[in-house]
């Protein structure tokens, strides 16, 4: 059987669908395994998109700690077959038509992180985050807020949210990246929780299933993803108001300014680090304002982002 990749939600999850199945007949029965092998397709392994595009062994390592993972994983390709494992790999963004552009990568590894009490409760020394915040929406930020630190040591007046413009395509504030973050917390969890949730599926026990309840067809106001998302950051809510967004914000510019530093180090080197350091607390405090912008913007109008004002 011929696979090809998908374009739209409902076409992923059939794929996931079949290679769950694929796996289940071949021994991977738990979801914990399932997911682990599924992230891997994307992320920290010498098979997955990310390592064809970067080439880097050091990275997956890194994946590894901030999944709470001993290594790798099973390789997939033999279970699947060239077919499904090439158009699971190929269908990075896929479409929804209520929200927009998913990056499933982003999900598919936040909820592999999900599924480790370690990666979703305690903090990676050094990097200011969870692992789950880390491959989600503080890795993706806090790299901004190192990125606009440095743009502004020669033009001062940058401003944050050029990070969120469509001109990112699928860096940083891109409107897929966030879209991923935020179905990494809330697909598979349950409603109302106050802090991110282990990875739960419905009683048929397939992650396909979780994803397609999270992407249901029917009114997009209900469930709220925003207010759910923004629930286990610490947001509380009179009806459909958050009441405290100055706490979540802060929280989140604490989170970009204390990623931002390694964040630097890797990408920039010691020097230019060293340099932009004074300016990561307000570029931080930027980015996250932004940040919460684009999370109560699609709160109050769910669905694809319209064009960008700058």
């Given at each position: 059987?011929v696979?090809?990749?998908a374009?739209?939600i409902?076409?992923y999850?059939?794929?996931?669908?079949?290679a769950?199945?694929?796996?289940?007949?071949s021994?991977?029965?738990?979801?914990?395994?399932?997911?682990?092998?599924?992230?891997?397709?994307?992320?920290?392994?010498d098979?997955?998109?990310?390592?064809?595009?970067?080439k880097d062994?050091?990275r997956d390592?890194?994946f590894?700690?901030?999944t709470?993972?001993?290594?790798?994983?099973a390789?997939p390709?033999?279970?699947?077959?060239?077919?499904?494992f090439?158009?699971?790999k190929?269908s990075q963004d896929?479409a929804?038509p209520?929200?927009g552009?998913?990056?499933i990568g982003?999900?598919?590894i936040g909820?592999?992180a999900?599924?480790?009490?370690?990666a979703?409760?305690?903090?990676?020394?050094?990097?200011?985050?969870?692992?789950l915040?880390?491959?989600?929406?503080v890795?993706?930020?806090?790299?901004?807020?190192a990125?606009?630190?440095r743009?502004?040591l020669?033009?001062?007046k940058?401003?944050?949210?050029r990070f969120?413009?469509?001109?990112m395509?699928?860096?940083?504030g891109?409107?897929?990246?966030?879209?991923g973050?935020v179905?990494?917390?809330v697909?598979?969890?349950?409603?109302g929780?106050?802090?991110?949730?282990?990875?739960v599926?419905?009683?048929?026990?397939?992650?396909a299933d979780?994803?397609?309840?999270?992407f249901?067809p029917g009114?997009?106001?209900g469930?709220?993803r925003v207010?759910?998302?923004?629930?286990?950051l610490?947001g509380?809510?009179s009806?459909?108001?958050?009441?405290?967004?100055?706490?979540?914000e802060?929280?989140m510019a604490t989170?970009?300014?204390?990623f931002g530093?390694?964040?630097?180090i890797?990408?920039?080197?010691?020097?230019?680090a060293?340099?932009?350091?004074?300016?990561?607390a307000?570029?931080?405090?930027?980015?996250?304002?932004e940040f919460m912008?684009?999370?109560?913007?699609?709160?109050?109008?769910p669905?694809?982002?319209?064009?960008?004002k700058?």
């Amino acid at each position: 059987m011929v696979f090809r990749r998908a374009t739209t939600i409902a076409a992923y999850i059939d794929l996931i669908r079949e290679a769950e199945k694929r796996l289940i007949a071949s021994g991977v029965t738990t979801v914990d395994e399932r997911i682990q092998v599924l992230s891997g397709i994307y992320y920290g392994t010498d098979w997955s998109l990310d390592f064809e595009v970067m080439k880097d062994f050091g990275r997956d390592a890194g994946f590894w700690l901030f999944t709470g993972r001993a290594g790798q994983g099973a390789d997939p390709r033999p279970i699947l077959g060239k077919s499904l494992f090439e158009a699971l790999k190929r269908s990075q963004d896929v479409a929804d038509p209520k929200i927009g552009k998913v990056d499933i990568g982003h999900m598919i590894i936040g909820l592999n992180a999900r599924s480790s009490l370690i990666a979703r409760s305690v903090d990676i020394p050094g990097h200011g985050a969870t692992g789950l915040e880390l491959v989600t929406w503080v890795g993706d930020l806090g790299g901004a807020a190192a990125q606009l630190a440095r743009a502004r040591l020669s033009a001062p007046k940058t401003t944050a949210n050029r990070f969120f413009s469509p001109a990112m395509r699928d860096d940083y504030g891109a409107d897929s990246n966030l879209q991923g973050d935020v179905a990494a917390y809330v697909a598979g969890a349950a409603s109302g929780v106050t802090s991110a949730p282990a990875l739960v599926v419905p009683a048929s026990g397939s992650i396909a299933d979780a994803l397609a309840a999270y992407f249901s067809p029917g009114p997009v106001g209900g469930p709220d993803r925003v207010q759910a998302f923004l629930q286990m950051l610490g947001g509380t809510f009179s009806g459909a108001t958050l009441t405290n967004r100055p706490v979540v914000e802060q929280l989140m510019a604490t989170k970009f300014r204390d990623f931002g530093t390694p964040y630097a180090i890797s990408q920039f080197g010691l020097s230019v680090a060293f340099l932009i350091r004074p300016q990561l607390a307000q570029a931080g405090a930027d980015i996250a304002k932004e940040f919460m912008n684009w999370l109560l913007a699609r709160k109050s109008r769910p669905g694809p982002p319209k064009p960008h004002k700058r």
